[in-house]
């Protein structure tokens, strides 16, 4: 049970950190276009690590040896992308959501007028902000 504890705390954290990276990586190399290779491959990046610390953990030994230990392995993997698809798909609508509200403006149909979010004024300037509109 305190593998099982631990393993799912390793999940959290490691999705935090994983979409951390991803996003600093869609920044630099694709100017914050979105890449799904990239969710894809964090998904299973974590499932591994997650179902090796599990192996560790559980008391279960890992000896790539044999091949009756590596088919072991496998059904500890699938049990982790259990684990970890629905806290990775919660925690990226967690992240457009707040993406969404942290906006700063957005553009208009022909892509080249921008409106200023006046939440996000409001939002960061709360003294001196008195919005024209309302």
């Known amino acids: 049970m305190a593998a099982l504890a631990l393993s799912l705390l ?6 935090a950190v994983s979409l951390w990276v991803k996003g600093q990586v869609e920044r630099f190399l694709f100017r914050w276009r979105s890449i799904p290779l990239l969710h894809a491959a964090n998904i299973v990046v ?11 953990l559980g ?8 091949l009756a230990d590596i088919s072991g392995f496998w059904y ?3 049990g982790a992308m259990q684990l970890i698809l629905p806290l990775y798909l919660f925690a990226c609508w967690l992240l457009a959501r707040r993406r ?5 403006y957005t553009r208009s149909k022909d892509k080249k007028v921008l409106y200023i979010n ?4 409001a ?8 919005s024209k509109t309302s």
């Not at 390793?10 to 999705?15: A, F, G, H, K, S």
């Not at 008391?59 to 040896?65: A, E, K, N, Q």
């Not at 939002?123 to 008195?130: E, G, K």
């Open 10 to 15: 390793l999940c959290v954290v490691l999705i």
């Open 46 to 56: 974590i499932a591994v690590i997650v179902a090796a610390m599990y192996y560790r």
């Open 59 to 66: 008391g279960i030994d890992v000896y790539l040896r044999d």
């Open 76 to 78: 500890v993997f699938a």
């Open 100 to 104: 969404r509200r942290e906006k700063k």
């Open 118 to 121: 006046e939440k996000y004024l």
């Open 123 to 130: 939002r960061r300037h709360r003294d001196d902000y008195r």
